[in-house]
């Protein structure tokens, strides 16, 4: 009888380690969201019937090569509607258009805009909202108000507070979230 428990024990024990042992090795659906390679910003800033494109370009993502990144031109005294682009063009053979992405997942991004060229010369509204009215910043106002020269940082995060204290407003420093990317253009308003 003695004999007969051991084995039993014995045997509970091999089959609970193998089971124990045996986890499926599944993907975790909610780690498949990761950050997109964005290599390209479009900014396409549009009075009337005259658009201006100012485009960051990185091809080959962080590092390597250094970034294309065009001066940004505008007149003072206008206001412009601000649409941006956000694309990966590692692959010139399958383009992705990152836009679409960030537009069905407003409510886990937000634009933010940065840099004394805010401060000094460029005042810049939010004109789309995500699914719980709070902004994403795919579309914008930007209205020149005075002449000189500045920077502007336009970061996208992800997964931002977008209850946060001001950042409804655009600002960044209570979004927290991860940054899917952050470039700065050269601006100079006339």
């Known amino acids: 009888m003695m004999k ?112 004394s060229a805010l401060t000094n010369l460029l005042t810049i509204t939010y004109n789309d909202r995500d699914k719980n009215n709070r902004p994403i910043g795919l579309k914008n106002n930007a209205t020149v108000r005075a002449t000189g020269n500045g920077q502007m940082t336009v970061t996208l995060r992800h997964e931002p507070n977008k209850t946060a204290t001001g950042v409804a407003n655009g600002q960044i420093a209570n979004a927290g979230g991860e940054t899917d990317i952050e470039v700065t253009f050269n601006v100079t308003a006339q």
């Open 4 to 115: 007969l428990n051991r084995t039993l024990i014995l045997l509970f024990l091999v089959f609970s380690i193998s089971f124990l042992s045996c986890k499926k090795n599944e993907e975790n659906p909610e780690d498949s969201n990761e950050s997109e390679l964005i290599t390209t910003v479009r900014l396409k800033f549009t009075e009337g019937a005259n658009t201006r494109t100012f485009t960051f370009r990185d091809l080959d993502g962080a590092g390597g090569m250094a970034p294309v990144i065009d001066n940004i031109s505008l007149a003072n005294g206008r206001t412009y509607t601000l649409d941006i682009e956000v694309l990966d063009e590692s692959d010139p053979r399958d383009v992705e258009d990152i836009t679409k992405e960030v537009l069905e997942e407003g409510d886990e991004h937000q634009f933010f805009f940065t840099g």
